[in-house]
C-alpha cells in the first residue's frame, strides 16, 4: 500500500469527533455568556467543562450523595434534575412516610373498590380544547 494513501487513513481516524447543537436565541446567549465569564475561547472548551461537570454529578448520584448549594449563611439547596435522578441507587431516593388512621384507610378501600368516576362536563370541554 503506498505511503499516502496510510497516512491519509490515519489522519482520517485521528480526527476527534464532531458534536453540533441547535440551540434557541436564549440557549445560545447563556452559553455565550457563560463562555465569557468562564473565560473559555471555544465552544469545544466551554462542551469539555460542561461534560466534566456532568460526568461528576451523575458519579456523585450513582454513590447516593446528594448535590447541595450552601450559602454563606448556611442555607442549603440540593439539586434535583429529574434524569440525572435516574442514576440514583433507589435505596437513597427520598420517599414520604404516610401513617394513615383507621377510617383514612376505610375511605381508601371505598375509593379503589367504587366505579370509576364519569368525567364531567367540563372536563370534556376543556379536553376537546
Not at 465552544?43 to 447541595?68: C, P, Q, T, Y
Not at 450559602?71 to 394513615?100: C, H, K
Request: glycine share 2%.
Amino acid at each position: 500500500m503506498p505511503a499516502t494513501v496510510t497516512k491519509r487513513a490515519q489522519r482520517k481516524s485521528a480526527r476527534k469527533p464532531k458534536f453540533q447543537a441547535d440551540l434557541a436565541p436564549v440557549e445560545d446567549r447563556i452559553v455565550r455568556s457563560l463562555k465569557e465569564e468562564l473565560q473559555l475561547s471555544s465552544n469545544s472548551d466551554f462542551m469539555a467543562e460542561a461534560v466534566a461537570l456532568f460526568r461528576w454529578a451523575v458519579a456523585e448520584r450513582k454513590r447516593g450523595h446528594k448535590i447541595v448549594s450552601e450559602s454563606t449563611t448556611g442555607e442549603r439547596e440540593v439539586l434535583v434534575l429529574p434524569r440525572l435522578e435516574r442514576v440514583a441507587p433507589e435505596a437513597v431516593l427520598p420517599y414520604v412516610n404516610i401513617t394513615w388512621n383507621e377510617k383514612e384507610l376505610e375511605n381508601l378501600m371505598t375509593l379503589a373498590l367504587a366505579e370509576p368516576a364519569q368525567p364531567t362536563e367540563a372536563l370534556v370541554r376543556a379536553m376537546r380544547g
